[in-house]
């Protein structure tokens, strides 16, 4: 099944051959998982989101009029699910953090804002979770994954000139958030 193309593959398992599909899972679980860890931020999150991709292709596999590769259609689907899963976690953050919360629950607390992460990855992770959504997509499709213009342009439905300027734009971003990360912290978090 390997020397199969992912069309094929796809067609596989609408003739009702699952197995077609455990070899697109195959060929993509990583990228996927990457992709969304990336824009999740944590392991947990970005397998969550990666296992939610997965289950949604396949049952969307039908909706697939094959418009653009298996791989855009998939990539877009993580994307999307993975800036769901972003929102709903700054959301849950909020009515942690909100003033409402903290009347009847203590603080708890929070010995990761204690240190500083000091290692590269860290900075990197921190400063792409900064960008906005679209910079951010952007970037990860393009530096992490290695995507062309194109294929980016084709997974957010967007023109490639406008995500030239959008990688562009955060890249400075990362770029001057590493920097600024090297010198000393005042505390306030800005």
Request: avoid cysteine; charged fraction near 30%.
């Amino acid at each position: 099944m390997e020397s199969l193309s992912d069309q094929e593959l796809v067609q596989e398992v609408r003739n009702g051959r699952r197995s077609a599909f455990t070899e697109l899972m195959r060929r993509y679980q990583d990228r996927v998982y990457w992709t969304a860890r990336r824009i999740v931020g944590d392991h947990a999150d970005a397998d969550d989101v990666a296992q939610e991709t997965f289950i949604k292709a396949y049952l969307n596999l039908g909706d697939f009029r094959g418009d653009s590769s298996f791989f855009t259609w998939l990539y877009r689907i993580a994307v999307n699910l993975s800036f769901n899963a972003r929102r709903k976690k700054q959301l849950v953050n909020y009515l942690r953090d909100s003033a409402i919360i903290r009347r009847f629950m203590p603080d708890p607390p929070m010995p990761d804002m204690i240190y500083q992460e000091a290692e590269r990855e860290s900075r990197l992770a921190h400063a792409v979770e900064e960008l906005p959504d679209k910079q951010k997509a952007v970037f990860v499709l393009r530096f992490y994954d290695g995507l062309t213009y194109e294929e980016i342009a084709k997974i957010l439905k967007t023109s490639v000139g406008g995500l030239k300027a959008n990688y562009f734009h955060a890249l400075k971003k990362v770029q001057q958030a590493m920097s600024d990360e090297m010198a000393p912290r005042d505390g306030t978090g800005d």
